[in-house]
């Protein structure tokens, strides 16, 4: 089993991970089943399957905004949702997965896994942090000696001495696990009223768009539309894993009057759960990121191999 967790509230990246890794999985002929808690979903039953590998099975009100994201995107895996990983793998394994990927689960001590990967946002300064309630840390750095691999993630978005700072505090907690650097990179652009229609991200160049999200850190969304040389002039944020309401568009209106706005930009996870396009909003529009390892990529290669070894010698199983 592998787990792409963080040490630190807010979003990282961990879905956009955890489906990269499933799609080089898949490229390598292993099939991965990938396990959620389901975050913001509606009251279920404690485990659900969301998907067999081929389209979704529930709608993202039941499954969860990260979940029915990677049933969307994700052809071939597997995927179910609960508060019991173990319960929840035993289900994928009935679905044909190889191996299991745990997604958010550093904190999940019930289980052992072959890989523990452990993502962390360039753009916070970890040197500094402290653990929550007075910082951001959901545990202590030292706690970073479970960790068998590191990922620093939106490494583009951060100053240079900020990533170094961070890779020399990381690799001071963790001197057992190799450290890699990543970006979000722009896949491409579609309209939520004809999405088989994809764009390239080019397409954004100089124009004035509005950012709506509600994901765990809205600034490297930002970030990454302003890398697309897209000009933000309107925002409208909200929680992370909110559930849309048709009234939330009289936010968007209202951040977009009289300024030009000739796109509403949402991200992938927002655009599975979005209620009815109102008539009179410019065009929504949703960005596809893939993850791009940008440095010690031979380390992500090499835990790519491990998985795989490990899933072709057995199913995978609740350990304990």
Not at 137 to 152: D, G, I, K, Q, W
Not at 210 to 224: R, Y
Not at 260 to 272: I, Y
Not at 305 to 317: K, V
Request: glycine share 10%.
């Amino acid at each position: 089993m592998a787990s792409v967790g963080n040490i630190t509230l807010g979003g990282t990246g961990k879905t956009t991970t955890t489906r990269r890794l499933a799609r080089d999985l898949l490229a390598q002929g292993v099939t991965p089943g990938i396990v959620l808690r389901g975050h913001g979903r509606e009251a279920g039953p404690a485990r659900l399957v969301v998907s067999d590998g081929g389209e979704a099975l529930v709608s993202a009100l039941e499954s969860g905004d990260e979940a029915a994201m990677l049933a969307r995107t994700v052809s071939g895996a597997p995927i179910a949702v609960g508060t019991r990983r173990e319960r929840v793998i035993e289900a994928l394994a009935g679905h044909g997965a190889q191996v299991a990927l745990l997604d958010d689960g550093f904190q999940y001590f019930r289980m052992r896994r072959l890989v523990d990967l452990v993502l962390v946002d360039a753009t916070f300064d970890l040197a500094s942090a402290r653990v929550f309630p007075r910082g951001f840390l959901r545990e202590p750095l030292s706690h970073l000696r479970r960790a068998t691999h590191l990922l620093v993630t939106h490494a583009d978005l951060a100053p240079n001495a900020q990533v170094e700072r961070t890779v020399t505090t990381l690799e001071r907690h963790a001197p057992q696990a190799p450290v890699m650097l990543a970006r979000h990179a722009p896949g491409g652009i579609y309209r939520l009223d004809r999405p088989e229609a994809v764009e390239p991200a080019g397409m954004l160049a100089g124009r004035r768009v509005a950012v709506m999200c509600a994901v765990g850190n809205p600034a490297s969304f930002e970030g990454l539309l302003l890398g697309m040389g897209a000009h933000v002039v309107a925002r409208a944020i909200f929680p992370d894993h909110h559930q849309y309401q048709p009234g939330d568009w009289r936010a968007v209106q209202e951040a977009a009057r009289g300024k030009g706005v000739e796109f509403v930009l949402v991200t992938e996870k927002d655009a599975v759960k979005l209620p009815t396009l109102p008539a009179g909003l410019p065009p929504v529009a949703a960005v596809a990121v893939e993850l791009d390892v940008t440095h010690n990529a031979e380390a992500w290669q090499a835990m790519i191999g491990l998985i795989q070894d490990a899933a072709r010698q057995e199913p995978p199983a609740p350990p304990h």
